[in-house]
């Protein structure tokens, strides 16, 4: 619900004070806040507030003589903060001459003289111009989540992409732009302290971590208690699988993400080759309808909880988080996923967040219109950021290392992108180096033939590799090595069972070394790397958890 725009009065004689409150209450007070303070210094700490809650101001009334600061001097900063809000001088006969020097100085729209009996015929015509002034200036509250950041800042892209990935509104504000700075002001930061995040309740964070982010939007960071029956790591669509097959099957299940569920399909722009949609869906509106719908069954879902270690305690499976705190269940189902590959390219480290982004990063979209785009990678991912693109780009090109894209992206997505006249396809081409200063400017393409070029562009997406992050499970699962996990009939080596496995029969198909720790999706080895195989593998993990809980 919108807030009631604020009339601020502010003056160090607490009658007048109490005064104009009172009759501005009576004839405003429905339809406004009547907001007074006793000097300009405890009103500019009252509209800071207001701005950083992203109230309305619109109206001031201050009083010219205050001791400290005066009137203007007050109005002169009030309007740094809400340039729109309209102002009036309250003034003594004597100080008519400095009240009408004022309308000059700080732009004040009228000035009152004291006292102002009847205020039907000496206040309300004056103030009501005031309201309807500001009225037509469309100085309308914001009530969403707020950032300050920097175009080019790479921790302020980390932050819009954290709460767009977990699907909370926001608006941006730069620093180069008055509002921005009004805002950055009025939380007290400079510029070395963004991202600013500023909750609808007016609380401001400077250069906050995910978890904090996460806590102060309202997103679920803390279990309910410390032992459930199931815990799924990783909130890709394998992990919404378990969770929702979970949760539906009478399970008290928890799901922890370390980032935003949906993992790499949630960044999809559009996945067309999935069961039960023919019209294909964005893998934020799929992440957006599981995540929900596993919440209905009533699993827990922890938001930017880092697991760090998997421990077996007796009959117990256990994860440990970042901050040392651990949490417990009857079994655990792995679906960590896979992240894209580090680009080895020269600068490209350097630049990330600031012109090099990993995945589709499309929050970047409106920064691409009438840009050149360059998309590294051959496989669906990159295909479909590359029609995503093509949409808001002058161009876009798929830098392919091999021959050509039949043998890494499915047929359909290869037909799409032939027929896209502004996306061109490289192939046999690597990235040798990106290179820029405040931003990417270019980049240097290397060929097969071995050859070399230079192209400018400020945007390059990177979809190469699956790379799984397992360390944490260093010495307690058995991985290839290449970090992917070992389940089921692959764990039998020469009909032996894994070394330390104690029950009197071989691992479940999707069971890792560890008995009662399943694997699902991505980061399980010999896996199909698609949507549909990873929440079939999700949904399957939990029959065998519930056969492996009937054991016990």
């Known amino acids: 619900m919108t807030s009631k725009p ?8 607490p009658g007048v004070s109490r005064a104009v409150a009172r009759d501005l209450r009576r004839r405003y007070g429905e339809a406004h806040r009547i907001v007074r303070a006793s000097s300009g210094q405890e009103a500019l700490e009252a509209l800071k507030e207001l701005k950083l809650r992203g109230e309305a101001v619109a109206a001031i009334l201050a009083d010219y003589r205050m001791p400290e600061m005066n009137g203007i001097e007050f109005l ?6 809400f340039p729109r809000a309209r102002r009036a001088l309250l003034t003594a006969y004597a100080d008519t001459d400095a009240a009408i020097q004022a309308i000059n100085l700080v732009d004040v729209d009228h000035y009152l003289l004291k ?13 009501d111009a005031l309201v309807e002034t500001w009225r037509a200036s469309a100085d309308s509250a914001v009530e969403e989540i707020k950032i300050v950041g920097h175009r080019w800042s790479a921790p302020t892209y980390d932050a819009r992409d954290f709460l767009a990935r977990n699907a909370v509104p926001y608006r941006y504000y730069s620093i180069d732009e008055p509002e921005g700075r009004r805002l950055l002001d009025a939380a007290a930061a400079d510029p070395t302290e963004i991202p ?3 909750t609808t309740e007016g609380r401001a964070l400077l250069a906050p971590t995910p978890a904090e982010i996460a806590a102060a939007v309202g997103l679920t960071v803390d279990p309910v208690t410390d032992f459930y029956d199931l815990i799924v790591v990783g909130g890709g669509p394998a992990g919404l699988g378990s969770a929702v097959y979970g949760a539906s099957e009478g399970l008290r299940t928890l799901l922890v993400e370390r980032q935003a569920a949906g993992g790499q399909a949630g ?32 699993a827990e879902m922890l938001t930017a909880r880092d697991v760090t270690a998997l421990e077996v305690q007796g009959s117990a499976r256990a994860v440990r988080f970042g901050d040392g705190s651990t949490i417990a269940a009857h079994a655990v189902i ?7 590959r580090n680009l080895a390219a020269t600068g490209c480290a350097e630049l990330t967040g600031r012109g090099v982004y990993y995945g589709s990063a499309m929050t970047e979209a409106p920064e691409c219109a009438n840009r050149d785009v360059y998309i590294v990678g051959g496989a669906n991912s990159a295909g479909q950021a590359a029609v995503f693109f093509s949409r808001h780009a002058r161009s876009v090109t798929l830098v392919v290392r091999g021959e050509s894209l039949h043998s890494s992206m499915s047929h359909y997505l290869i037909q799409q992108l032939e027929a896209i006249d502004n996306v061109h396809v490289r192939t046999r081409t690597t990235v040798g180096e990106a290179h820029g200063g405040e931003h990417l400017e270019g980049l240097r393409l290397d060929h097969a033939d071995g050859t070399s070029e230079k192209v400018e562009t400020s945007h390059l997406f990177i979809f190469i590799g699956a790379q799984p992050k397992t360390d944490w499970l260093d010495g307690v699962v058995e991985r290839d090595e290449h970090g992917f996990v070992w389940t089921g009939p692959d764990l039998l080596l020469d009909g032996r069972r894994p070394t330390g496995w104690v029950l009197g029969r071989d691992p479940y198909y999707l069971e890792s070394s560890v008995p009662g720790v399943f694997v699902a999706g991505d980061v399980r080895a010999q896996s199909v790397k698609r949507v549909a195989s990873a929440v079939g593998e999700g949904a399957m993990a939990v029959t065998l958890v519930h056969r492996y809980l009937e054991e016990r």
Request: hydrophobic share 40%.
């Open 6 to 13: 604020v009339l601020l009065t502010v003056d160090d004689d």
């Open 76 to 81: 002169e900063q009030a309007m740094d903060l």
């Open 115 to 127: 006292p102002w009996d009847p205020p039907e015929e000496k206040l309300y015509p004056v103030v």
């Open 196 to 198: 600013v995040v500023i």
């Open 267 to 298: 960044q999809s722009s559009r996945i067309e080759n999935y069961l039960g949609f023919p019209d294909g869906v964005s893998g934020a509106q799929l992440t957006d309808r599981a995540r929900r719908q596993a919440i209905k069954f009533g």
């Open 334 to 340: 792995l679906a960590t996923g896979v992240s894209y």
